[in-house]
């Protein structure tokens, strides 16, 4: 009996593991009845990410942690294990709240696609991967998530695959986070040779007794994953293009989740961080070079997706450098803050475009009369995106900047300069898509209720959550500092004027802009291509890698493999022609052939025996 | 050890004959010229270990039989094939299963 209690309890146990488990046994509910769900579909997804809500919920007031071993092999053991503590709770609220909203979303959204159930089985497969990254334990779960949330990210940008800039997209996406991605595993790699465990708490435990020369190799490799997969730079070019798929899964994947698994996995590795000041320089200078020079290219963006995927971008660069400054709490608290105002903003634009059917804003223009509703909620996730007091942006964004400001000055002012680009980028796309004069070339209609219901549930998040800072601080045992006046005002002056500038700028429909002439045309279609990184990157990586991949076909799979390939072939045709001569068809042939094959074995029998 | 030899000779004969000639009614004949050398070869056993004279003789008596049958079995057969116009090995052609 008691064993039984026994199992009992260690049943109990495992109950966080559900918030992966049941999205993973929907997403293959889903998809074995691709043809038959139907309109059902949403509702059965939907199953997943309010029970990753509901695990959440119980994990903020107690964690648990436990494993079962995967592999064993000799004195090696890899073990898959979970871990839910404030932190893992706190993702895992943020994931099922906003895949819920967009789950709902997409049911208008997505309304009559081709593979409109198919889009519902991946939506699933992501969430129960985000869970999986988040409740994680040990790094080769987190890693398994991670690869996964990736693969998603790729299914889903590619989603209308039979577009080639799709197709492409959802490439690019996979071959970039790729390369942060290899650098995390060689990261755990060095990690795992030094202590032998990828459990994260006793690794972690371990760190400070390793080589300082090694903590500063593994953390910069594990940030390097975080870089390829939070988008900043040299790394965000895969962002940008990842608009390609539907605008709920922006929100979901690109805004709100999957590109805060950077954040969380810094967060999750702090104590190995913490250790090597290298590793976190460089993520104050990455996140802060980010944070404005994104800010910049969005100003200059006429696709309204794209300015959310520059602003998304940008906001992550705030993030890490709160990471470099030490200020994990502050960068959590900016992550939850993002997840909730960036997502309604990009839902907010998904809304727009399915009621204008463009992206471009040079096409919208006085949205407000034709969609009030989606209006308001563009204006409440731009101001709390700008920094606007009371609205969650202000405070988390104000905490990232008096954190940085007072470790780092020179970094702390590149931030409030990419909030006064923050205002000036946020005010002129709501100028240009909701004000002014309708350049449409259809009447705008408003969204339904589905889609407007998330809408509300996420303006809320976007109006509270920044009252929710110390309540996030609390569950890390932190305390948050009181807002410093000074400095509060300050920032919401540049984002003001920012946010003047940025009014001013849209007036006319653009036509600021479009009166550039000679430097100032070149200068911004500069920053407008993103600084030309891309064609960067295409020049500097992959037209060498071109090249040797070229090579080694010429030489390594013409030669060699085809060579081999087809050598053997032709031997074995060639062996066939000469011994298909035997075959005649002659029965006395085949005769004096077995007549000789007798006297030959006679033979030997003989000379053998004797 | 004579009659031993002639039926190696007789076999060895036969053997040749089956797999040189091509008309048929002399492959047929090579091949009763190997049945005579393994009978003979049988005969001369018996002959030569005084085995028990009832049940050996019988046995020479049974394959001297089955030979007979099986000459008139490969006759008939050569009949049907020289009625088709075929009196050579090699003009068989279409005797598939």
Redo the contacts between chains.
Sequence with gaps: MSELLGLKTELLRTIPYLAMLVPLALTALIAAGVRVWGKAAPWISLIGPLVAVGVGAASLAKGSSGAFVWISSGSSVLQLGWRTDGLSAIMLLVVGVVASCVIVFSVGYMHGERGYVRYFAILSLFTAAMCGLVIAGDLIGLFIGWELVGACSFLLIGFWYDKPSAADAARKAFLVTRVGDAAMLVGMAILYNATGTLEIRPLLALTPTLAPGLVTAAAICVLLGAVGKSAQFPLHIWLPDAMEGPTPVSALIHAATMVAAGVFLVVRMWTLFALSSQASTLALVLGTVTALGAALVALTQTDIKKVLAYSTISQLGFMFAALGVGAWTVAIFHLVTHAAFKALLFLTSGSVIHGTGTQDMREMGDLRRSMPLTTTAWIVGGLALAGIPPLAGFFSKDAVVSSVLHAAPLAGVALLLASLLTGAYVARATRLAFFGTSRAAHPAHESGATMLVPLAVLAVGAMGLGFAGPAIAHVFGDKSEALSLGLAALAVGIALVGAAGGWWFAGDAGAIEGAFTGTGARAWAFVRSGYEIDSLVATLVLAPLSAIARALDAMGDRVLVDGAAEGSASLARRAGDALSALQTGDVQWYGALIAAGVIIMLAATVWLVK | MNSLILACTLVSIG?YG???R?ELVAVLASIEVMLGGAQLLLAAYVAGTGAAAGSAQGITILVLSVGGAEAAVGLALLVALVRRGRTR??QI?EVRG
């Design positions: 053997i089956v797999l040189t091509k090995t090699d052609e």
